[in-house]
């Protein structure tokens, strides 16, 4: 059993600043892919951004330059440092990670924190 627990969302307001956590417990081995998703009302499911297991990232086009990922493989822990927050940013935000056993690929998804950014 994987157990992936986020931290971190709230209301802030715009051009602040929120740092989302992410731990994983439980029988997790190999950490493959760990991500950030975000999902507002009426919208599809969207990666925000990606770490892999060797530190490369990639980020959604429309939060370059103010968003950050970054990982701590000792924790088994993916964070997300969000700067210059729009209101456009206003989210449901998961995490997600993937760990790949015998060569099978499994995805674990967290519950969501909620980010409202609005003045």
């Known amino acids: 059993q994987v157990e992936l627990v986020e931290s971190g969302g709230g209301l802030v307001q715009p051009g602040g600043s929120l740092r989302l956590s992410c731990a994983a417990s439980?029988?997790?081995?190999?950490?493959?892919?760990m991500a950030w998703y975000r999902q507002a009302p009426r919208k599809e499911r969207e990666l925000v951004a990606r770490?892999?297991?060797?530190?490369?990232?990639n980020y959604a086009d429309s939060v370059k330059g103010r968003f950050t990922i970054s990982r701590d493989n000792a924790k088994n822990t993916v964070y997300l440092q969000m700067n210059s927050l729009k209101p456009e940013d206003t989210a449901v935000y998961y995490c997600?990670?993937?760990?790949?056993?015998?060569?099978?690929?499994?995805?674990?998804w967290g519950q969501g924190t909620q980010v409202t950014v609005s003045s």
């Open positions: 997600y990670v993937s760990t790949i056993v015998a060569g099978v690929l499994y995805p674990y």
């Open positions: 439980g029988s997790i081995f190999n950490i493959n892919t």
């Open positions: 770490i892999t297991s060797g530190g490369r990232t």
